[in-house]
């Protein structure tokens, strides 16, 4: 059901009966999450020729491994719904090729995981689908050449930079079944623009549109803050991270509470990762792995996941635009 404001409700109670999360092998290496993901590439590339082919080679198998789980194949799936930062989504465009499922492409930059997660909930809510695959992916290579500065260069960052993660997340969202995470509601983010335009430090534009849609959220759906055991936002990284709790705090709402970003926490404690990780496959394989399998484990009762994406592109940088961001949220619980 959707009410005014970009705010959503699903009486159905549909569920994500499944997950599958895809890591390259620097994740493997360096990321706490990597123990909880269910296939880990020895190549960034996957064994294949380009950056691009191994990005959507990831995808795929992150959605075969999430329909296996609930002893489906591709056939059996009604829509897909997936998106990723390269050029007109073009590995989210092969891998749906090689799946042969319904495709909807969705870009909402690194908030990508939710607002699939959130499309396919409405789907299931409206009777249209039974069984929709969910998620989004990145790969360092191909997106840090993108958006950044060629790989060759070599270039020094700053400490408020982010690096890409290589990885994906899928989720199988189907009606209503006992024994699993059920999605609540959601909230639809606005664009929040602040004027900043510095593609090395995206948490800082980021944190306000993650603040606007978690007030909102809070506001619109009637929560107070002790309702969740958990307030998780996508990749904002250790500056953007900080920044979104004193904006909090300013709100006054208790920054003690359990806040946590997936992008500070990725890659740990090493510091070569700057202000930690990014990505569209960051949130999706963070949300869809750890904080999920909490969840069926009981450890966690109620979460609110915010994913943050920067809509910018390579030409808006390039001629001086500045960084328009959003935050979509997602309410999942276990009934």
Same mark, same amino acid.
């Given at each position: 059901?959707?009410?005014?404001?970009?705010?959503?409700?699903?009486?159905?109670?549909?569920?994500?009966?499944?997950?599958?999360?895809?890591?390259?092998?620097?994740?493997?290496?360096?990321?706490?999450?990597?123990?909880?993901?269910?296939?880990?590439?020895?190549?960034?590339?996957?064994?294949?020729?380009?950056?691009?082919?191994?990005?959507?080679? =990831? =995808?795929?198998? @992150?959605?075969?491994?999430?329909?296996?789980?609930?002893?489906?194949?591709?056939?059996?799936?009604?829509?897909?719904?997936?998106?990723?930062?390269?050029?007109?989504?073009?590995?989210?465009?092969?891998?749906?090729?090689?799946?042969?499922?319904?495709?909807?492409?969705?870009?909402?930059?690194?908030?990508?995981?939710?607002?699939?997660? $959130?499309?396919?909930? $409405?789907?299931?809510?409206?009777?249209?689908?039974?069984?929709?695959?969910?998620?989004?992916?990145?790969?360092?290579?191909?997106?840090?050449?993108?958006?950044?500065?060629?790989?060759?260069?070599?270039?020094?960052?700053?400490?408020?930079?982010?690096?890409?993660?290589?990885?994906?997340?899928?989720?199988?969202?189907?009606?209503?079944? @006992?024994?699993?995470?059920?999605?609540?509601?959601?909230?639809?983010?606005?664009?929040?623009?602040?004027?900043?335009?510095?593609?090395?430090?995206?948490?800082?534009? =980021?944190?306000?549109?993650?603040?606007?849609?978690?007030?909102?959220?809070?506001?619109?759906?009637?929560?107070?803050?002790?309702?969740?055991?958990?307030?998780?936002?996508?990749?904002?990284?250790?500056?953007?991270?900080?920044?979104?709790?004193?904006?909090?705090?300013?709100?006054?709402?208790?920054? @003690?509470?359990?806040?946590?970003?997936?992008?500070?926490?990725?890659?740990?404690?090493?510091?070569?990762?700057?202000?930690?990780?990014?990505?569209?496959?960051?949130?999706?394989?963070?949300?869809?792995?750890?904080?999920?399998?909490?969840?069926?484990?009981?450890?966690?009762?109620?979460?609110?996941?915010?994913?943050?994406? @920067? $809509?910018?592109?390579?030409?808006?940088?390039?001629?001086?635009?500045?960084?328009?961001?959003?935050?979509?949220?997602?309410?999942?619980?276990?009934?």
């Amino acid at each position: 059901m959707v009410n005014k404001g970009g705010l959503l409700s699903f009486p159905s109670k549909p569920v994500i009966a499944s997950t599958g999360v895809t890591v390259g092998p620097l994740e493997t290496k360096k990321s706490p999450f990597a123990q909880f993901a269910d296939k880990q590439y020895e190549d960034e590339r996957c064994d294949l020729k380009t950056n691009e082919q191994g990005h959507a080679k =990831m =995808m795929e198998e @992150s959605i075969k491994i999430t329909l296996s789980k609930v002893d489906k194949t591709p056939s059996d799936a009604e829509f897909l719904l997936i998106g990723d930062l390269v050029n007109e989504m073009t590995p989210s465009n092969f891998a749906a090729g090689s799946v042969g499922i319904p495709y909807i492409g969705m870009f909402s930059a690194c908030a990508t995981s939710v607002s699939t997660l $959130l499309m396919a909930a $409405l789907l299931t809510e409206a009777g249209i689908s039974e069984l929709a695959v969910a998620g989004s992916a990145s790969q360092h290579n191909a997106i840090e050449r993108q958006f950044r500065y060629p790989l060759q260069y070599g270039s020094q960052k700053g400490p408020t930079a982010q690096w890409t993660a290589t990885a994906a997340g899928t989720a199988a969202v189907v009606p209503y079944i @006992s024994g699993a995470p059920v999605i609540t509601c959601g909230t639809i983010g606005t664009v929040v623009d602040l004027g900043l335009t510095d593609p090395l430090n995206m948490g800082a534009a =980021m944190a306000p549109a993650a603040a606007d849609t978690f007030k909102r959220h809070l506001e619109g759906h009637s929560r107070k803050l002790e309702d969740f055991d958990l307030v998780m936002t996508g990749d904002l990284g250790k500056i953007g991270f900080e920044l979104f709790k004193t904006l909090l705090d300013r709100w006054e709402y208790d920054v @003690s509470h359990t806040f946590r970003d997936a992008g500070a926490e990725f890659y740990g404690k090493h510091p070569e990762f700057l202000a930690g990780a990014s990505g569209s496959g960051c949130s999706a394989s963070v949300y869809f792995s750890e904080v999920y399998d909490k969840l069926l484990a009981g450890q966690y009762k109620r979460v609110l996941l915010i994913a943050t994406g @920067s $809509l910018m592109s390579p030409l808006s940088y390039q001629q001086g635009e500045t960084i328009p961001c959003i935050a979509h949220a997602v309410e999942i619980e276990m009934k």
